[in-house]
């Protein structure tokens, strides 16, 4: 199983409220990424890191924030929540860069916004 | 249309039937094709993956891939209830930099006992 943990899994959450996503890894990967996954359709790319002081928006636009200060370390932050974030978060981590190298995937964490 | 098209299914098949997953693509440039397996309330998991065309094997699996029509397949034999799970193919965008890699939307399997 890989070692990569986010939390919360379940979150529900009022419009406007501030919030942070959480997504650690311990296999010392430079590699990670957040990823959106609504149900019947692809994942999309939101964020993804190199490295520590890396970061880089993915295909889909986001209003999201990321940072990168650890190399273990991978927070997602919403200013402001919106209905319209209600999804799963993905985060995933992966060894180096060939194309073939696996993403490890956490749990997800289930956000809703009322 | 998008670059990776995949049957969401839901696809429900009896204990010991063999599985057909596919996906078609658009972009002729991938060349790294991937299956990974998500059981419900995790994460995905690679389960395998192929470069170039042919097919290959790992116990109950085989990946096929036909570069000329563009079409991946994963077909699962002697299934069994604990292979329930959705399958989503992927696709590395540009080689030897896998920060783009395109998921199908993937297929949910059923496996009854």
């Known amino acids: 199983e890989a070692d990569i943990y986010q939390t919360p899994r379940y979150l529900v959450i009022g419009t406007g409220k501030k919030i942070t996503l959480e997504c650690s890894q311990t296999?010392?990967?430079?590699?990670m990424y957040w990823y959106q996954q609504d149900p019947g359709m692809e994942l999309h790319l939101i964020h993804y890191s190199y490295g520590v002081n890396s970061t880089e928006k993915g295909d889909l636009s986001s209003e999201s924030t990321v940072s990168r200060i650890r190399t273990e370390h991978f927070p997602l932050t919403l200013e402001s929540a919106r209905p319209s974030h209600t999804s799963q978060y993905l985060c995933a981590s992966s060894r180096g860069r060939e194309a073939r190298d696996e993403q490890y995937f956490g749990p997800g964490t289930r956000l809703t916004v009322t | 249309q998008k670059e990776v098209e995949q049957d969401p299914g839901p696809l429900s098949v009896p204990e010991g039937a063999i599985v057909s997953l596919n996906c078609t693509y658009s972009n002729s440039a991938f060349q790294y094709f991937m299956w990974y397996r998500q059981y419900s309330r995790k994460g995905p998991e690679l389960l395998m993956y192929t470069y170039s065309s042919g097919n290959k094997e790992d116990g109950r699996f085989t990946a096929q891939v036909d570069k000329s029509s563009k079409y991946i397949s994963l077909f699962i034999r002697d299934s069994q209830p604990s292979d329930s799970a959705t399958y989503l193919c992927a696709m590395p965008w540009i080689p030897y930099n896998n920060n783009d890699m395109r998921f199908g939307a993937g297929t949910r399997l059923t496996v009854k006992p």
């Open positions: 296999m010392g990967h430079d590699k």
